[in-house]
T-cell receptor, first 114, second 113 residues
Framework: GQQLNQSPQSMFIQEGEDVSMNCTSS?????WLWYKQDPGEGPVLLIA?????ELTSNGRLTAQFGITRKDSFLNISASIPSDVGIYFC??????????????FGKGTTLSVSS | KAGVTQTPRYLIKTRGQQVTLSCSPI?????VSWYQQTPGQGLQFLFE???????NKGNFPGRFSGRQFSNSRSEMNVSTLELGDSALYLC????????????FGEGSRLTVL
């Protein structure tokens, strides 16, 4: 089935550093989303992208919908301790455009030391 | 506005038993989706309901089933439990079908012994 390759798998950074993570697929996606999951919680939507080339920010977070429609990137600037968690990319293809079924990456675990 | 509520939060079952998990979506949300989260496979789509109808189904065996009620609340059932069914089951709601913008509950953690 369709898979999303998310990298890196984990990151250990110092507070104040910038973070970049990405997601790639062999299939074309019509929607890319980024979610964050804290321990004991469900994922929370950070950013949604709907057009190829779209660049969208949410505070210190910036995400881009790749031109090829097969990739997406998430950047976090000036990281703080509360950025700790697991970040998931997710996508929807035209195959399930009529529904909300998402395909998720395996996640990037972010650790921030102060 | 109350979030997505899932019950029970934790449960332990033995192989062969069956389990029912419940989900109350955000008020006004008519679409409910279910996902299974495991360390090995990550988040995988189970099924999606809108207006009491199953609109989409993931690649899971028939032991996994669900339904949605007229008040948009949803239940999922797993019969003949296997050890591999141990997972966090997440319910998510959204206002419409045509969106990936989901609001997730905290999940029901199922352990099968």
């Amino acid at each position: 089935g369709q898979q999303l390759n998310q990298s890196p798998q984990s990151m250990f950074i110092q507070e104040g550093e910038d973070v970049s993570m990405n997601c790639t697929s062999s299939s074309i996606f019509n929607t890319w989303l980024w979610y964050k999951q804290d321990p004991g919680e469900g994922p929370v939507l950070l950013i949604a992208l709907y057009k190829a080339g779209e660049l969208t920010s949410n505070g210190r977070l910036t995400a881009q919908f790749g031109i090829t429609r097969k990739d997406s990137f998430l950047n976090i600037s000036a990281s703080i301790p509360s950025d700790v968690g697991i970040y998931f990319c997710a996508g929807r293809t035209s195959a399930n455009q009529a529904g909300t079924a998402l395909i998720f990456g395996k996640g990037t675990t972010l650790s921030v030391s102060s | 506005k109350a979030g997505v509520t899932q019950t029970p939060r934790y449960l332990i079952k033995t192989r062969g038993q069956q389990v029912t998990l419940s989900c109350s979506p955000i008020s006004g949300h008519r679409s409910v989706s279910w996902y299974q989260q495991t360390p090995g496979q990550g988040l995988q789509f189970l099924f999606e309901y809108f207006s009491e109808t199953q609109r989409n189904k993931g690649n899971f065996p028939g032991r996994f089933s669900g339904r949605q009620f007229s008040n948009s609340r949803s239940e999922m059932n797993v019969s003949t439990l296997e050890l591999g069914d141990s997972a966090l089951y997440l319910c998510a709601s959204s206002q419409t079908l045509n969106t990936g913008e989901l609001f997730f509950g905290e999940g029901s953690r199922l352990t099968v012994l």
